[in-house]
């Protein structure tokens, strides 16, 4: 069974710091690993895809790297601002199902 | 719609009544999955729809939970006899089915409450 893990569960930066979320998962045969973010209250909103080829995928100020060989994955987000406070979680997957990790919660000061 | 559309979203119940949840993916979408993620909890599959077939419903947690899809399109998730442990959002999401590429998309959840 694929577990998901993911550290730090909470994390708090000021301003203009750069974020790193660890996502680790113990079974490499995987498709994609998809890192998504979720509102208080909302749904979940795909952020990068990375495919089982791939070693990372970059949108805008989002960059997250995949190492299959090790069953890691990590996003950074450069230059946090508030509005990046939400929680963050990463799912892997194999076949069709997604596994998902607890996620990590963020909190970027003014 | 443009995206995925759930309803109701919320819904608080009397323990022991059933409930009716819906979804709309993605039109064109043929892939369609449930999760329910509880407080404090991660993301639980409950079921995957293939078209309108169920290939996987390993995810329900008990035989209280039932799941159909029509018209390769909407899809319905009742929860018979509600227990309060019941108490979740349950999420809907589509993607196009291609394994590799499989970017999925989440509704905004359904809020159930069972008092």
């Known amino acids: 069974k694929q577990e998901v893990t993911q550290i730090p569960a909470a994390l708090s930066v000021p301003e203009g710091e750069n974020l790193v979320l660890n996502c680790s998962f113990t079974?490499?045969?995987?498709?994609?690993l998809q890192w998504f973010r979720q509102d208080p209250g909302k749904g979940l909103t795909s952020l990068l895809l990375?495919?089982?080829?791939?070693r990372e995928q970059t949108s805008g100020r989002l960059n997250a790297s995949l190492d299959k060989s090790s069953g890691r994955s990590t996003l950074y987000i450069a230059a946090s601002q508030p509005g990046d406070s939400a929680t963050y979680l990463c799912a892997v997957s194999n076949d069709y199902k997604l596994s998902f990790g607890a996620g990590t919660t963020v909190t970027v000061r003014a | 719609g443009a995206g995925v559309s759930q309803s109701p979203s919320n819904k608080v119940t009397e323990k022991g009544k059933d409930v009716e949840l819906r979804c709309d993916p993605i039109?064109?979408?043929?892939?369609l999955y449930w999760y329910r993620q509880s407080l404090g909890q991660g993301l639980e599959f409950l079921i995957y729809?293939?078209?309108?077939?169920?290939?996987?419903k390993s995810g329900l947690p008990s035989d209280r939970f039932s799941a159909e899809r029509t018209g390769g399109s909407v899809s319905t998730l009742t929860i018979q006899r509600t227990q309060q442990e019941d108490s979740a959002v349950y999420l809907c999401?589509?993607?196009?089915?291609?394994?590799?590429?499989?970017?999925?998309?989440f509704g905004e959840g359904s809020w159930l409450t069972v008092v």
């Open positions: 079974d490499s045969a995987i498709y994609n």
């Open positions: 039109s064109g979408h043929t892939a």
């Open positions: 990375i495919q089982s080829s791939q």
């Open positions: 729809f293939q078209g309108n077939s169920a290939p996987d």
């Open positions: 999401a589509s993607s196009t089915g291609q394994v590799s590429g499989n970017t999925i998309y």
